[in-house]
């Protein structure tokens, strides 16, 4: 059987990376790790977002995986560069698939970032997008209640969502940006209400699509594609508490059949 691809995340969000990959590579098993027990990771200082990033990685190579995708942009700004350095295998982020989408879909070179604190801090979208076009006007947000909404699965409820929408990004209302990059793997599922509060006006961008991409590509490169016609085995790791991952993968994944495993770490 092929070897897995392992993806990480600090909860729920890094599924909308994993469901992209799943739907883009049907014969791809898929490792899924969520560091519940210590999610979110976008308030916490960036050493320690390393460490746990560090640590989750590190499990999920002594799995066997074959790359590892890390599907969370907070993890990626902090810690990307390390794990690149430490295994033999090849490593991505979901911070470079965003810019280069977002640079293909503005035609006014202006975008704004929604993120979490430790993201917007890091400058990690602001200095992706300029190096490919120097030109381009970043306006980067932190968006701190974002993730309770998903991950305290608030994200259906529209009257909440609207008011914490409001109080988040008024500020932008105004804004001559024609692109809205989600900067975390949770965002996606408040994008119809992100889409909807400016008006359909500006075009909202998932790095999850262009993620899958390069996961295709990469496997390409180093001819690490599973077999046409494998039997794909997914397997769900969280260290938390696993209702609301069991809610959200029912809900946002119906028809995936998975094994569902609780670890300590």
């Not at 990685?57 to 993890?75: E, S, Y």
């Amino acid at each position: 059987m092929s070897r897995p691809i392992g993806v990480m995340d600090s909860g729920v969000g890094g599924l909308t990376v994993a469901s992209e990959i799943m739907r883009q590579l049907p014969d791809e098993s898929i490792i899924y790790f969520g560091d519940l027990d210590r999610c979110p990771y976008g308030s916490r200082p960036m050493e320690e977002v390393r460490r746990f990033t560090i640590e989750v990685a590190d499990h999920l190579v002594d799995r066997g995986i074959k790359m590892l995708v890390v599907a969370c942009n907070t993890a990626t700004a902090a810690a990307l560069d390390t794990l690149k350095e430490r295994y033999d295998i090849p490593v991505i982020g979901v911070i470079e698939p965003g810019a280069r989408s977002a640079i293909q879909g503005s035609t006014n070179q202006n975008v704004i970032v929604l993120a979490t604190e430790g993201t917007v801090q890091s400058g990690a979208y602001p200095e992706a997008i300029r190096h490919i076009n120097r030109n381009f006007s970043v306006q980067s947000t932190a968006c701190p209640k974002f993730v309770p909404l998903v991950e305290e699965l608030r994200y259906k409820d529209r009257v909440v969502v609207r008011v914490v929408l409001h109080q988040t990004l008024k500020h932008l209302a105004d804004s001559k940006a024609d692109t809205v990059i989600l900067g975390c793997t949770h965002y996606p599922l408040l994008a119809g209400e992100i889409r909807d509060y400016f008006d359909g006006r500006k075009k909202v961008i998932d790095s999850g699509y262009e993620t899958a991409r390069e996961v295709s590509a990469i496997l390409t490169l180093f001819d690490s594609h599973a077999p046409p016609g494998s039997e794909p085995h997914h397997l769900m790791i969280v260290n938390g508490l696993t209702p609301r991952f069991e809610y959200i993968l029912k809900d946002w994944m119906p028809f995936m059949e998975y094994t569902l495993e609780q670890v300590e770490l």
